[in-house]
């Protein structure tokens, strides 16, 4: 397995949670990594990127309130969710591009109750 969610889980308006995602190898050192929300409404979506680099990007709706980071050393990204909202409820997946293929970790649920 390559990438592996996990952190989700069900919590409150206005909670916390912290997702990781454990990476085999060197993929997080070695690409850019990203969060997507995928809800039964929407296409799957972009929440949170961090490049090689360790430049970050935000989906306007979670700028302000969420927090993607990166351990290279761990082999692991994380996303750091604050002051939650009942519309941040969805599966979130950690990707990554490489060589033109998408690499899909299996994702994990949040659920956020009002």
């Known amino acids: 397995v390559q990438l592996q969610a996990s952190g989700g889980g069900l919590v409150q308006a206005g909670g916390s949670l912290r997702l990781s995602c454990a990476a085999s190898?060197?993929?997080?050192?070695?690409?850019?990594m990203n969060w997507y929300r995928q809800t039964p409404e929407k296409q799957r979506e972009l929440v949170a990127a961090?490049?090689?680099?360790?430049?970050?990007t935000y989906a306007d709706s979670a700028k302000g309130r969420f927090a993607i980071s990166r351990d290279s050393a761990k082999n692991t990204v994380y996303l750091q969710m604050n002051s939650l909202k009942p519309e941040d409820t969805g599966v979130y997946y950690c990707h990554y591009i490489r060589s033109f293929i998408n690499y899909w970790g299996q994702g994990t649920e949040v659920t956020v109750s009002s």
């Open positions: 190898g060197t993929i997080v050192s070695n690409n850019d």
């Open positions: 961090v490049t090689s680099r360790g430049v970050t």
